[in-house]
T-cell receptor, first 111, second 113 residues
Framework: KQEVTQIPAALSVPEGENLVLNCSFTDSAIYNLQWFRQDPGKGLTSLLLIQSSQREQTSGRLNASLDKSSGRSTLYIAASQPGDSATYLCAGTGANSKLTFGKGITLSVRP | NAGVMQNPRHLVRRRGQEARLRCSPVKGHSHVYWYRQLPEEGLKFMVYLQKENIIDESGMPKERFSAEFPKEGPSILRIQQVVRGDSAAYFC???????????FGPGTRLLVL
């Protein structure tokens, strides 16, 4: 059974700092790994999807990496801004396209 | 090009009533997924449907919960005889095929009094 862990649960950084959010998963037999953003009271926005055959994906200031052998993924945010404040969720896609989510990391970027 | 639509956005029910949550997928998407987010918990998979078929319902509680995705119309998640523990945010997602990015709706927040 897949388990996804995100530690720490919360993170506060000053504006402009580069930061890394970590995600670990127990079952390396995943089809892909996705990072989502969730704002309070809102739905999920997909940020990046990494296929199991890929090592990383980039979109603007975001870079996500995937290491299946170690069961880890990271989301790198460059030059953080207050607008990046949100909860970031990682999810592994397994059999039948089921997403298994971590509990998320709540990021606060201080002006 | 509308995204995934869910309604209602907020739903209040008293214990014992029925709750019906609707999800209209992205136009052209035939795969729908339902997830539940309990307070202080992560999102948990409930059910995966493809038009008129339930593909995987391994995350659905055994009683009171049912889901459908008819040939025409939205997908429906139905909760009978709601209890306070059903209070949660219910999210629907859709994809064009089973192996692609899932696009999430804004969720329905159910409160059971």
């Amino acid at each position: 059974k897949q388990e996804v862990t995100q530690i720490p649960a919360a993170l506060s950084v000053p504006e402009g700092e580069n930061l890394v959010l970590n995600c670990s998963f127990t079952d390396s037999a995943i089809y892909n790994l996705q990072w989502f953003r969730q704002d309070p009271g809102k739905g999920l926005t997909s940020l990046l999807l990494i296929q199991s055959s890929q090592r990383e994906q980039t979109s603007g200031r975001l870079n996500a990496s995937l290491d299946k052998s170690s069961g880890r993924s990271t989301l790198y945010i460059a030059a953080s801004q207050p607008g990046d404040s949100a909860t970031y969720l990682c999810a592994g896609t397994g059999a039948n396209s089921k997403l298994t989510f971590g509990k998320g990391i709540t990021l606060s970027v201080r002006p | 090009n509308a995204g995934v639509m869910q309604n209602p956005r907020h739903l209040v029910r008293r214990r014992g009533q029925e709750a019906r949550l609707r999800c209209s997928p992205v136009k052209g998407h035939s795969h729908v997924y339902w997830y539940r987010q309990l307070p202080e918990e992560g999102l948990k998979f409930m059910v995966y449907l493809q038009k008129e078929n339930i593909i995987d319902e391994s995350g659905m509680p055994k009683e009171r919960f049912s889901a459908e995705f008819p040939k025409e119309g939205p997908s429906i998640l139905r909760i009978q005889q709601v209890v306070r523990g059903d209070s949660a945010a219910y999210f629907c997602a859709s994809s064009p095929s089973g192996a692609e990015t899932q696009y999430f709706g804004p969720g329905t927040r159910l409160l059971v009094l």
